[in-house]
């Protein structure tokens, strides 16, 4: 491998820790619901609020990490991310009270929040254009790799009989990595194109020289950023919500907030719970839990190898068809209680479906159907409604599941047979579409 290889790799990998940070902070609750629920004397509302007050600090950092992350550079930003990180996970391994425990909480929130926001931007920025699109994806590869350590983990600790105290540990040692991420983030650069935005060409130049591994290739990348961000600057002059971008924001709210329809991180979020009801017993039900986890990480892999031969399209139509079939067949084995040993598998199944169809393709397509000038405050767009759909069906979860084991998935399942219709009617095909005609097709005028 070259330096300037090894240096772009090295850059990316540091940058898209905060997903796996992001994704073993959200999926670690799974495994603490029943000893939090014994600690604290938590009833259904109490526990739904437990876990859902990480994602409220979610909300509020997903919508204003931007500022910071323009302000100082994205580097800087994700830097105060994983001071949040550490913060949170020794505050939550150290709480002696259910409300110190949501503070914490919260603050965790909005390192997962801010991460979401910044760790895409600062990798998109100094990756070269032909290995852009490659290089962010390592961040969704370690939110998944998160949700599987974070299982791992919960299954590990589990097995060392800590009792009262088991989620303790299970919070609290996730300030590993976080420590690891404060740390490694002092041996990556700043974003070349945050730089050039501050007039600090020489130092930019400098990066895009490491990067490259030439001197006139960073002299002519650093001339189309500067080209780049000059244009950008009468762009911001567009608004949003314009009414001939009426289409894609329906579209993106569609997306975001179906993703969440599905139950994924309702059911990521309580899957220990899940199969307790279903009767199996704890440690079983974290070794099932890795074995979700797994799943979800071999086939997001697997749809980011397919994606740009398959279409989005298509993949949002299978998924929505399956994990329809999976969440009913699930609702089933609740409302019947029989069959129970079917459980792992069509969570597996369904678990599969979701990623390599919504996982795999909501923030590329959100992506593709916003023109340039308006991209990143459509994407925003698409973020909260996802991040606040999350929060809403993870706090509502326990108390409609207490109601009837199975009537959250008849929900989700139903929300999936909607799903499949919005997409085929609304939807279109953005593979191998050029902008312009995409903006055509989608009735944007200029």
């Known amino acids: ?88 996970a020794f505050g939550c391994a150290l709480a002696h009270n259910w409300w110190l425990l949501i503070a914490f909480r919260f603050i965790g929130g909005l390192g997962i929040g801010a991460s979401s926001v910044l760790g895409p931007v600062y990798i998109s920025e100094i990756a070269p254009a032909q290995y852009r699109g490659r290089m ?9 790799v998160g949700i599987l350590l974070a299982y791992l983990s919960n299954y590990l600790i589990g097995l060392q009989h800590f009792g009262a105290d088991e989620w303790r540990w299970q919070l609290g040692v996730s300030a590993i990595p976080a420590l690891l991420f404060a740390v490694m983030l002092f041996t990556i650069p700043r974003s070349p194109r945050w730089l050039a935005a501050r007039g600090l060409d020489a130092e930019s130049l400098g990066v895009l020289e490491q990067a490259t591994g030439s001197t006139s290739a960073a ?59 279903a009767g ?9 839990a890795v074995a979700i986890g797994a799943t979800n990480l071999i086939f997001t892999l697997i749809a980011m190898a397919v994606i740009d031969q398959f279409g989005r399209k298509p993949l949002l139509l299978i998924g929505s068809v399956g994990c329809a079939a999976c969440l009913l067949g699930v609702a089933y084995i609740f409302g019947t209680h029989t069959n129970q040993h079917l459980l ?49 069906i993870s706090g509502a979860f326990p108390i409609f599941a207490q109601m009837s084991s199975s009537l959250p998935f008849v929900f989700f399942g139903l929300m999936m047979i909607l799903q499949l219709v919005l997409v085929w009617r609304l939807f279109p095909e953005t593979k191998g579409i050029s902008l312009e005609k995409l903006q055509e097709k989608l009735g944007i005028t200029v």
Request: proline share 1%; aromatic share 12%; with cysteine.
């Open 1 to 88: 491998m070259s330096k300037s290889a090894f240096f772009l790799v090295k850059s990316a990998l540091v940058g898209a820790l905060g997903g796996l940070l992001f994704g073993f902070d959200t999926a670690v609750i799974a495994g603490t619901t029943m000893t939090l629920r014994q600690t604290f004397a938590l009833d259904e509302a109490a526990l739904g609020f437990t876990v859902s007050s990480a994602l409220w600090g979610t909300v509020l950092s997903a919508l204003t990490a931007g500022i910071p992350g323009e302000k100082y550079g994205s580097r800087e930003a994700l830097r105060i991310t994983a001071i949040l990180y550490v913060i949170s």
């Open 136 to 144: 962010v994806g390592l961040f969704q590869v370690n939110i998944v």
């Open 219 to 277: 002299q002519a990348q650093l001339a189309e950023i500067k080209t780049s961000i000059g244009e950008e600057a009468l762009d911001k002059q567009e608004s949003l919500f314009n009414g001939k971008y009426k289409k894609p924001i329906m579209l993106a709210l569609i997306l975001g907030s179906f993703n969440q329809f599905t139950g994924i991180n309702a059911i990521l979020y309580y899957l220990n719970d899940i199969f307790a009801k």
């Open 280 to 288: 199996f017993d704890k440690v079983s039900s974290d070794l099932q």
């Open 344 to 392: 792992i598998w069509l969570l597996v199944a369904y678990i599969g479906f979701f990623a390599a169809s919504q996982g795999a393709c909501i923030w590329v397509y959100i992506s593709e159907i916003f023109p340039t000038k308006v991209r990143a405050r459509g994407q925003g767009l698409g973020c909260s409604a996802h991040w606040i759909c999350n929060a809403i």
